[in-house]
């Protein structure tokens, strides 16, 4: 038996375990009615700046495509990018291991428009490079712009080693942009060949990147009360680290953990508000999503068929 092939999967299912036991805990005392009054509490304003924050996330995540086609050099048409990246997404946010199951549902979709398996696999790296850029630039400044935001999750203060991360986070992103202007050599990993993107496309990657976090922090934003609210750029990085920890604990949806990290962050505000935050989070960012990425699944599956098409 492999094990490798069951190794993330366990890791996954066993911070979902442990995370929802402690968000329990965390919890205890309060019911569902208690969650649900928060929930009918947000405003109709909120629900639908909500809503369109979601909508400008993923047509952000859908740049993260239209960018690593532009550095392969391909052509494809851009309904059907932005389709396909949109599915993508949405189904790897829900099932986890996104790197591997973004790429499993890229090589299928395009596959039918000319791309070969490597030039399915640098676009899945131009993606997760472009994803980890943006995470490093945007924690990198709210470490260095807002470092009281460790104490929120150590404890006490650690205000000069928060900084000292956050220039070491711009460093890195600084790094790729000059390696990118010296037109280094490429990464070389058997016969699979990984390019400098060129620097128009670095300013995509750190423009567009960006822009999708930005909007997601924004869905939960928009639906936390005003009551202790910390303002958007404490939230923003909150969600960067709750967001960052759901991702490495390959948790399915990130379920449990992300809810664990997020309450942690804002402990001093009212629970039930935050929990009715993530709740909309879930519905907007994860939940519609997955529904429209499985109906598009089905409609592509269904033309193939028709077509006679593997």
């Not at 909508?55 to 052509?75: E, M, P, W």
Request: net charge neutral; with cysteine; charged share 10%.
């Amino acid at each position: 038996m492999n094990w490798r092939r069951y190794f993330w999967p366990v890791i996954g299912i066993a911070a979902v375990v442990f995370s929802l036991w402690l968000l329990i805990h965390e919890l205890r005392g309060i019911s569902i009615d208690d969650v649900w009054d928060g929930i009918t509490a947000i405003p109709s304003r909120a629900w639908v700046l909500a809503a369109l924050s979601s909508i400008v996330a993923y047509a952000s995540l859908a740049g993260y495509d239209h960018i690593a086609l532009l550095h392969i050099g391909k052509k494809v048409s851009w309904l059907f990018v932005t389709l396909c990246s949109f599915t993508t997404y949405a189904l790897s946010h829900n099932i986890g291991g996104s790197v591997l199951s973004g790429a499993v549902i890229r090589y299928r979709a395009y596959g039918t428009r000319g791309l070969t398996g490597q030039d399915v696999g640098v676009l899945v790296a131009i993606c997760w490079i472009t994803f980890v850029l943006s995470s490093l630039l945007v924690a990198g400044l709210v470490l260095v712009l807002e470092p009281q935001i460790v104490d929120r999750f150590s404890g006490a203060p650690h205000h000069g080693p928060a900084i000292a991360a956050g220039l070491a986070m711009l460093i890195l992103v600084g790094a790729y942009v000059f390696g990118s202007w010296l037109h280094l050599k490429p990464l070389k990993i058997g016969s699979f060949q990984l390019h400098y993107p060129a620097l128009p496309i670095v300013a995509r990657q750190l423009l567009i990147g960006p822009i999708e976090l930005l909007a997601a922090a924004a869905i939960i934003f928009f639906a936390l009360p005003a009551a202790d609210n910390p303002g958007y750029f404490v939230v923003l990085g909150v969600f960067v680290v709750s967001f960052s920890v759901a991702q490495l604990s390959h948790a399915p949806g990130g379920l449990g953990v992300f809810e664990v990290v997020f309450l942690a962050g804002l402990s001093d505000m009212d629970p039930v508000g935050v929990l009715a935050a993530l709740l909309v989070f879930r519905l907007f960012y994860l939940i519609i999503p997955l529904l429209i990425g499985l109906c598009v699944v089905l409609l592509f599956e269904h033309s193939q068929y028709s077509r006679g098409d593997p």
